[in-house]
């Protein structure tokens, strides 16, 4: 069936560097694949999303990059700030159709 | 603001009891969907529904159920709840159209602890 595999499942990075989240999907028919951050004890919240006409998106410090061919796609956060650390979900859709297929989850820690 | 809530926000059960989450919405999506969120395993759909008259099960559906009361609300129940149900339940919302058509809003969830 549908499969998001994201890795790592935790990730500790010191303020200021950057990190890295990478997924894979096996649908080749998702076309959307969109990033939610769940802070602690709260909600996840996109915070970006990229559809697979488009190789990449930035939204100031944080990217998306993604790779049709290989199925891949990838978060991309500079400059990293304690406010950014967090649960990040990666998921993948296909817009024509009804269900959103979420990653595992990582966990980033940002050290001041 | 338009938002998407849930109550309880806890609850502590004992096993075989019946449990209803509640869900409700100002936002006016027609989409709605349950999810469970249990570490390491991310976000696993349970139940989903497009309008009031349209329910589908997701990848976990067994040992729950669902009823869409209207268009705003739709309410998860476990018939005779398990420990290994024991988790924290998201509701979410998305629109059919417009720029964020396909985007999750999600409630603020609810912790659930079966003993």
């Known amino acids: 069936g549908e499969n998001v595999e994201q890795h790592p499942s935790t990730l500790s990075v010191q303020e200021g560097d950057s990190a890295v989240i990478k997924c894979t999907y096996s649908?080749?028919?998702?076309?959307?694949f969109p990033w939610y951050k769940q802070e602690l004890g709260k909600r996840p919240q996109l915070i970006i999303d990229?559809?697979?006409?488009?190789g990449e998106k930035k939204d100031q410090r944080i990217a998306v990059t993604l790779n049709k061919t290989a199925k891949h796609f990838s978060l991309h956060i500079t400059e990293t700030q304690p406010e950014d650390s967090a649960v990040y979900f990666c998921?993948?859709?296909?817009?024509?159709?009804?269900?959103?297929?979420f990653g595992a989850g990582t966990r980033l820690f940002v050290k001041a | 603001d338009a938002d998407v809530t849930q109550t309880p926000r806890n609850r502590i059960t004992k096993t075989g009891k019946r449990i209803m989450l509640e869900c409700s919405q100002t936002?006016?999506?027609?989409?709605m969907y349950w999810y469970r969120q249990d570490p390491g395993l991310g976000l696993r759909l349970i139940y989903y529904s497009f309008d009031v008259k349209d329910i589908n099960k997701g990848e976990i559906s067994d040992g729950y159920s669902v009823s869409r009361q209207a268009q705003a609300k739709f309410s998860l129940s476990l018939e005779s709840a398990i420990p290994n149900q024991t988790a924290l339940y998201f509701c979410a919302t998305s629109d059919l159209s417009g720029s964020s058509y396909n985007e999750q809003f999600f409630g603020p969830g609810t912790r659930l602890t079966v003993l």
């Open positions: 936002k006016g999506h027609d989409r």
């Open positions: 990229i559809r697979s006409n488009v």
């Open positions: 649908d080749s028919a998702s076309n959307y």
């Open positions: 998921a993948a859709k296909n817009t024509g159709g009804f269900k959103t297929i």
